[in-house]
Every structure is written in structure tokens, then in C-alpha cells.
């Protein structure tokens, strides 16, 4: 019987992370004269996805081909972990550079990834370069060996938002239905209404003779069409035609 020492390899997976976290690696990567490495937090978003929200990095010793962490400063980080409340389980990504090489998995990686893998069931990888190259897999210990290559995603969040707001609200002028949030009502009402969502945005700006009614009144628009069509048009017959027609004998544009 074959063994299979590296495990069954699979792809497939994306695993983000925050922007701030990649700053760090990258920042790191770019400053240092040899690899270097470090550890990070990872947890499970609110969506079920694999989010990498800090990257650490710890004393080390390191050269152009190699890098090892300090125990020492390992158990430091755990206690400070423990101490902070951040759950040790979350204590799940290794990083490392390769420096001015290409981003691959070496032998050297390939251990230690089983190792760190060994020792907590699964963990996260990435090795990345100064040009910026990536890699990123998760190694799995149980119920068995599993090797599965992960695009990485970076997660980038304005810091300023209500600044980005205020100067959208000054000098960008809407018309139409683009000022209704689509995002919320197609997500939630798609169902309700299929016929209203299926075509979009375009369907309340092209087909109802909204080119140039102001987002604020189309809400409005809207807003009393539901409260009209209370069981939205999942049990109606009425086609887009007699849709559209009733739309405009009832709620008629000046």
C-alpha cells in the first residue's frame, strides 16, 4: 500500500485577510535582509470563511535561506494571548518570506507545516516574496491528512468612511433607482418580489421611465408600492406588462 507522506492535496479554498495584517508581512518582508517569519490570528467570519486578522512577529534568528523562532518568545506571545482574552485557538497562521527567491513550499516549509499542523489539528500558511508573490494553503491533521492550496484575499477597509461620505453626498448627484439600497432589498426581498429584482437597477431606470427622477422620490415610489402589494407578486399571475401598466396607471410620473 502507496503511503502518502504529503497527504491528499486539494484546491479550491480562499482565505482572507485584512489589510492591515498583509501591511505588516509585506512591511517585514520588504525591511528585512534575510527571511523572517512570524505567527498570526485566524478566525472564522461571520460568513464561514477563514479570516487572518493579525499577523506577529516574534524573535528570531534568521539568514537569506532560513528562519527560527525564539521559543522563548513563543510562550510569551501564548501568555499575552491568554492574558489579552484572545482565544489560543485562534493562534493559527505561520508566515514566512523568501525573501528575494520565489514564493514555493521547500522541504524545509513542508515539515513545518506538518509539524504545526500536527499540533493543532489545522493551520494556515503563507510564504510570500519582496515582488509581493504569495502562496497560502491550509494543512489538515483530522479525521486526515489534507493538504488544500487557498487563494488569499485581502480585505481592504477605508479607514475614513464618513469622510468618503460626505464628499459623495457633495459632489455626486443620482437619479433614478440608484439611491435604493439595493444591496439590502434584493438580498431580502428577491423572493417576495422576483419580478421587481430579477432585471436589477436597470429595470426601474430604463423600463419604468426613471431616467431622471431623483433617487429620493423613486424610494418613496417603492415604499408605497409595497405597502399596496403587501404579499409582493410571488402568487400573481401579472405579467411584466400588466405589471408595468399597473405601476404607471397607479403611480403615474408628473
Partial sequence: MKEWSQGIQNKGLEVSIKQEAW???????????????GLGLVKVDDAGKLMIYDALLLDQTASGASTILNKTAI?????????????????????????????????????????????????????VNK???????????APLRLIVDADLNIVYEPKDNDKYKEEVKLKVKTTGFHGFNMDDHIGKKSKKYPHLFERGVGFWNKEIKGDNVPSDEANERFKQWEKDHPNGVEKSNESDEEMLKNWEENYPYD
Fill in 23 to 37: 501591511d505588516k508581512v509585506m512591511g517585514w518582508c520588504r525591511a528585512a535582509e534575510s527571511e523572517v517569519s
Fill in 75 to 127: 510562550t510569551d506571545l501564548m501568555a499575552k494571548l491568554h492574558k489579552d482574552e484572545v482565544p489560543l485557538s485562534h493562534l493559527k497562521l505561520w508566515w514566512h518570506t523568501h525573501y528575494n527567491f520565489d514564493a514555493f513550499w521547500s522541504g524545509t516549509d513542508e515539515d513545518t507545516c506538518k509539524k504545526l499542523c500536527g499540533s493543532s489539528d489545522w493551520n494556515i500558511s503563507i510564504v
Fill in 131 to 141: 515582488r509581493s508573490d504569495c502562496k497560502c494553503r491550509l494543512d489538515m491533521n
